[in-house]
């Protein structure tokens, strides 16, 4: 995989969304659990309010995903950013050193999500010129 400039990732207990993109080009891919936890939303997001974190094997196939990338934006709608985040600064800190943030976004179009990235990314160049 070649190194690329700037990934977004969305990610719930169903599929990763891994978008990226430089200045003049879009790719993506979508990545999905092979065996995806079934979830009923109540108070704690999990059946029986007991909270059921994203299986590793997930976690680390979308680590896998955007590790050539310089900055990476991790997005989401519940918790699987955050396992996500935690999995990756537990297992893989060379890359939780490219982890610019961490959004809640509940369920953009694609089209969004990028101009979401596009607006965050423009927004750290312009505070890393005045450093």
Known sequence: M?????????IDHLEAKVFYFDKMNVDHITLQPHNPNRRIHCS???????YTPLNQDFLERVEEAINKS???LITGPASGKSDL????KRHHPEIARCVV???TIDHPSDGALIA????CFKAG???QRQI
């Open 85 to 88: 985040a935690a999995h990756i």
């Open 125 to 127: 160049e312009r505070l």
């Open 44 to 50: 704690a997001g999990s059946i029986g309010g007991v």
């Open 116 to 119: 979401v990235a596009r607006i």
């Open 101 to 103: 943030g961490i959004e």
């Open 70 to 72: 310089e900055e990476i």
């Open 2 to 10: 070649t190194k690329h400039d700037h990934a977004i990732v969305w």
